[in-house]
């Protein structure tokens, strides 16, 4: 690079340059979520590393189960060992690693599965707890930086070179019906076509979607020929039954049966506790109901839904020993 590079042509450069670099080579670990954890809310929660740099237990080589999924099977608020996965571990006597990550999305979820496959091996299944499809995976500007104003002026003080190691774009998932809700409700109507997320560009509802599904029929598909049974649902209740009535992915994945209400969850649920799941062990008490992620209406499920999620995938009812055993 030089003075008399065309600058227009150089920030369009910079932006597919740190798209490019943005993609991990290894699955992301919990090294950012361990230091960003207590943001927004207070977490109470003594979370463990491995020796990968992942929570929970240390990561093995061709696992016979690889759970895949977003905060809830992370877990956010509980420790690991009384998380779905885990439960369903403990219930088989089988080898596990989990992938999963707070707020992500599908797209990010498969991106670092992919990655994780690579480097450990094939698992014999997968359990997908599908985020909800309203998130998307997305290339803004970084919340630190903003790509400076090229000029001659500019160029006086500064070198071209000199930004090639910065990063002014990054990934990030975001929520965009949410946002897209709330940009309705400001009166305006053109969603599709108008860039209201400051992100310098314009992403159609539809695509967004759209990527959603493409990502899951890709990535099943491509688990079923390298022989992994893949079962999956989505907490979110409205997507799943869009998910389950469209039948979308029955050809290459196994969406499992609903076996309880409790198995969907969301921050306005009123969970009506059945006397008939319990618990033995005094440890599980604080965390039975809630994660201990705070505010307490914003938490994420406790023991009793991780419970009831880990019986969905199972298509049976968890043995007592298995709920009494479950580490804290």
Not at 18 to 33: A, Q, R, W
Not at 62 to 74: E, H, K, Q
Not at 86 to 105: C, F, M, P, R
Request: with cysteine; charged share 25%; proline share 4%.
């Amino acid at each position: 690079m030089n003075e008399e590079i065309d600058f227009k042509y150089f920030k369009k450069s910079k932006m597919f340059y740190d798209v490019i670099n943005s993609f991990l080579k290894k699955p992301e670990n919990h090294k950012t979520f361990m230091i960003n954890k207590d943001t927004p809310y207070k977490q109470v929660v003594d979370y463990r590393l491995n020796s990968a740099e992942f929570i929970g237990d240390d990561l093995v080589h061709n696992p016979d189960i690889l759970a895949i999924g977003c905060s809830v099977t992370l877990p956010v608020g509980l420790p690991h060992g009384l998380s779905w996965p885990h439960l369903i571990k403990d219930e088989l006597n089988e080898s596990l690693n989990v992938l999963a990550y707070q707020g992500a999305s599908v797209q990010k979820n498969i991106h670092n599965a992919t990655l994780h496959m690579m480097e450990y091996g094939i698992p014999k299944k997968i359990y997908f707890l599908v985020p909800s499809l309203d998130r998307a995976w997305i290339v803004r500007d970084t919340k630190s930086k903003i790509l400076p104003k090229l000029s001659s002026k500019y160029i006086k003080d500064k070198k071209l070179n000199d930004l090639k190691n910065d990063r002014y774009y990054d990934l990030y998932d975001f929520f965009w019906i949410d946002d897209a809700n709330e940009y309705v409700d400001s009166g305006e109507t053109s969603f599709s076509y108008k860039d209201f997320l400051n992100i310098r560009r314009s992403i159609p509802l539809e695509y967004g979607f759209q990527n959603q599904i493409s990502s899951l029929i890709n990535f099943f598909s491509f688990c079923k020929m390298l022989g992994i049974k893949c079962f999956y649902y989505s907490w979110n209740n409205f997507f799943d039954n869009l998910l389950f009535e469209n039948n979308v992915l029955d050809d290459v994945a196994t969406h499992v049966e609903e076996v309880s209400k409790h198995c969907y969850w969301s921050h306005q649920l009123q969970i009506i506790f059945d006397a008939s799941y319990f618990s033995n062990n005094i440890e599980h008490q604080k965390y039975w109901k809630k994660g201990l992620d705070k505010p307490e209406w914003n938490a994420h499920p406790g023991m009793y839904t991780h419970i009831h999620i880990a019986e969905r995938f199972l298509g049976k009812k968890l043995s007592q020993k298995t709920i009494d055993n479950a580490k804290c």
